[in-house]
């Protein structure tokens, strides 16, 4: 299976960290967002919203991350990540969305404000913006840290939702976003950066910003 894939993603980590969880083999195929590879004709025959993540597994393609972990996950169901119960599965589908409507974009566009917008040289912060989504960021923060009360994974055990929700988090320190008032939060996110999946996953980010 090959991997379509930009470093500096979230969508594309997160779908590196359940492979190496999961000990799916990916042929990672890197995108140069800045150059516009992303929207060469070959690249948008595969995926016509010139975007990261895509997997291509033979004749099969797939974009969409949220997608392809659950693709991925199917193809070890042993490893329980998307597990099949009616009721855990629902709520790592609750919380997956969640993640994409709600802490995602809030943690997201403060990151950016806050770093990658002078990383990639594109002036200084919008104190507008930053004091809206530090304010978001933070009430979705208080609605994870009482979703994590007497547990170590979010659905319980170990599953997808979680490797969604910890890519959030992933310009954190960089951005100055501080956990000391969620400790559950920050006890459950050492615990998933400190896998092996996720450390394989996300050395190439840390390289690109090395």
């Given at each position: 299976m090959r991997?379509?894939?930009?470093?500096?993603?979230?969508?594309?980590?997160?779908?590196?960290?359940?492979?190496?969880?999961?000990?799916?083999?990916?042929?990672?195929?890197?995108?140069?967002?800045?150059?516009?590879?992303?929207?060469?004709?070959?690249?948008?025959?595969?995926?016509?919203?010139?975007?990261?993540?895509?997997?291509?597994?033979?004749?099969?393609?797939?974009?969409?991350?949220?997608?392809?972990?659950?693709?991925?996950?199917?193809?070890?169901?042993?490893?329980?990540?998307?597990?099949?119960?009616?009721?855990?599965?629902?709520?790592?589908?609750?919380?997956?969305?969640?993640?994409?409507?709600?802490?995602?974009?809030?943690?997201?566009?403060?990151?950016?404000?806050?770093?990658?917008?002078e990383k990639?040289?594109?002036?200084?912060?919008?104190?507008?913006?930053?004091?809206?989504?530090?304010?978001?960021?933070?009430?979705?923060?208080?609605?994870?840290?009482?979703?994590?009360?007497?547990?170590?994974?979010?659905?319980?055990?170990?599953?997808?939702?979680?490797?969604?929700?910890?890519?959030?988090?992933?310009?954190?320190?960089?951005?100055?976003?501080?956990?000391?008032?969620?400790?559950?939060?920050?006890?459950?996110?050492?615990?998933?950066?400190?896998?092996?999946?996720?450390?394989?996953?996300?050395?190439?980010?840390?390289?690109?910003?090395?």
């Open positions: 991997l379509y894939n930009a470093n500096f993603s979230p969508n594309a980590l997160r779908v590196r960290a359940v492979a190496h969880e999961l000990g799916v083999e990916l042929e990672i195929v890197e995108v140069d967002i800045r150059a516009g590879d992303n929207r060469a004709a070959e690249f948008l025959a595969r995926n016509s919203n010139a975007k990261v993540p895509v997997l291509e597994d033979g004749n099969f393609v797939l974009w969409e991350s949220r997608a392809i972990c659950a693709y991925l996950a199917g193809i070890r169901p042993e490893a329980g990540l998307y597990p099949d119960g009616l009721k855990t599965r629902a709520l790592v589908d609750q919380w997956a969305w969640w993640q994409a409507i709600h802490l995602g974009p809030a943690m997201q566009k403060l990151s950016f404000e806050l770093f990658l917008k990639f040289g594109m002036g200084d912060p919008d104190p507008t913006v930053v004091e809206v989504e530090r304010k978001a960021t933070d009430q979705f923060l208080a609605v994870l840290e009482t979703g994590l009360d007497d547990k170590d994974w979010i659905a319980g055990a170990l599953s997808l939702a979680d490797f969604y929700l910890a890519t959030t988090f992933m310009y954190r320190d960089q951005a100055g976003i501080s956990l000391d008032e969620f400790p559950r939060i920050a006890g459950w996110i050492g615990r998933l950066e400190a896998r092996d999946s996720w450390q394989k996953a996300v050395a190439p980010l840390l390289a690109l910003f090395a």
